[in-house]
C-alpha cells in the first residue's frame, strides 16, 4: 500500500471518530434532562425539610438538688505501719502468725529463746535475797549498839560504821530490785508482741534464725481505719476552707479508676496541709475511711470525690443533649411551633454519669433534644418523642405523599 493511501485512512478514520463524539456530546435533551433531575433532587429535599417532621427524643429541664464535687488521683495509704523488730538479740523458737492474716493488738506474734533471759532474771532475784539478808544483819546490830552508846559501851566512831554499813547495803537492795526490772523485760522482750490492729506481710525470718535488734521480722499495717491522700490546685483552697469551716465534715468518696463505680462512700476530710507546693501549685488533703469490708488498700489510687457545697434548685438535663460547637456548648432547643433553634448554654458541673447542670441558657421545663441531633438544623420541625418511645407507623396519606415524591424524583433522572 502507498504512502498515499496510509495517510488518506488515517485522515478518514479521525473523522469517523471525531464525528461520533460530536452525536455523544451533543445528543438531544441530554442537559434538560439533568436539570430535570437537578430540580427533582431539590424538590424532594425541600419537601423533607418543609413539610416532614424529624422524629427526635426530647426531655424537659428538671430542678433538683445538686451535689458539688472537686475530684482529685488519690492515693490509700494505710493508718499506722509498723516493722517489727526484736528489742533482745536471740534464736528464733516459733512463729506465731500467717502472713497476710489479720493480727489484733496484743497478740503473739512470734517467741525467742527465753531462756538466757531466764537465767539472768533468776541470777537478779538471788542476788536481791542476799542483799537483803545482809541488810537486815546490818540494821539489827545498829539497833542492838544504838542501846548501848549511851552507857559507854560502844564507841561513837563504831556507830558511823555501822550506819554507813546499813545505807551501803540498802543501796544494794536497791540496786538489785532495779536489775531484776532489767531482767524481767528483757525476759518479756523473748514474746514479741503485736502493737496495733493490722494486717501482717511476708515474714522475713524463719524459726531457728538468730535474731537481732537490727532484724525486721514482719510489717504490720493498720487498715481499719484507713487515709486517702490526694492533692487539688490552690485555686480551690478557699473553697475547701469554707467549706470545712462547719461542724460536719466534708464527705468524701473513693472510686475505681474507671470512675465507674464508687469503692467507699464513708470518707471524711480529715487534714487541709498547711502549705502549698510551689512545684505543682497544689495542696495536700487527707481523709480517712472506715474500710469495714477491706476494700481500700494500702498502695492503691483511686478517684477521689470531694463534696463541697450542696446547689438547691439546680437546672439538670441529659448530657447527651450537650453539643460542642465553634462557639462553645449548646443545645437544641424545642420551641412552641415544634421547630428547634440552636440555644447557647453554660455546662456548671457534672450530676452523675449521665446528666449535667445548666449555669445559664435555659428554664425549667423547656424541652430539649437528647437524641437525633444529627438530622436536624435550625429551623427544623421536629415530632418530640419521650425516651425509649418510637415514631408512629406512618398512615396511607403519609405512604401516598411519599411515593409521588419517589416518583418525581425518579421521573427527572429517568428524563436523564
Known sequence: MSRFWKIALIVLAVIVVGAV??????????????????????????????????????????????????????TVQALNTVTINPQIS???????????????????????????????????????????????TAQSTLKRNDALVAKGYVAQLDMDTYRNNVANLAASVAADKAAIRSAKVNLDYTRIISPIDGVAGIRNVDPGNVVTTTTAVVTL?????????FNL???????????????????????????????ATDGQLNVVDNQIDTTTGTFKLRSVFQNGKGDLWPGQFVNVRLKVRTVNGGLVIPAQAVQRG??????????????????PVKVAGEVGDSHVMIGSGLALNEQVVTE????????????????GEVPAAPTASEVEKAKKRAQQNGGGRRGG
Open 221 to 229: 499495717t493498720q487498715i481499719h481505719p484507713i487515709y486517702v491522700m
Open 21 to 74: 463524539g460530536f452525536r455523544l456530546l451533543h445528543k438531544p435533551g441530554a442537559e434538560d434532562g439533568a436539570q430535570a433531575q437537578q430540580g427533582g433532587q431539590r424538590g424532594g429535599k425541600g419537601g423533607q425539610d418543609k413539610d416532614t417532621p424529624v422524629p427526635v427524643t426530647v426531655e424537659p429541664v428538671v430542678k433538683q438538688d445538686v451535689p458539688v464535687y472537686l475530684t482529685a488521683l488519690g
Open 372 to 387: 437525633g441531633q444529627f438530622r436536624l438544623k435550625p429551623g427544623s420541625k421536629v415530632k418530640a418523642l419521650k425516651p
Open 233 to 263: 490546685p490552690e485555686q480551690n483552697l478557699e473553697m475547701v476552707r469554707q467549706a470545712s469551716g462547719g461542724d460536719d465534715p466534708l464527705e468524701v468518696l473513693a472510686l475505681d479508676r474507671a470512675d465507674a463505680h464508687p469503692i
Open 90 to 136: 536471740g534464736q528464733m523458737l516459733s512463729i506465731n502468725f500467717k502472713e497476710g492474716q489479720e493480727v489484733k493488738k496484743g497478740e503473739l506474734l512470734a517467741q525467742i529463746d527465753p531462756r538466757p533471759f531466764q537465767a539472768a532474771y533468776d541470777q537478779a532475784e538471788a542476788k536481791q535475797q542476799q542483799d537483803e539478808a545482809q541488810l537486815a
Open 326 to 343: 465553634p462557639d462553645g456548648d449548646y443545645v437544641y432547643l424545642v420551641q412552641q411551633d415544634q421547630t428547634v433553634k440552636m440555644q
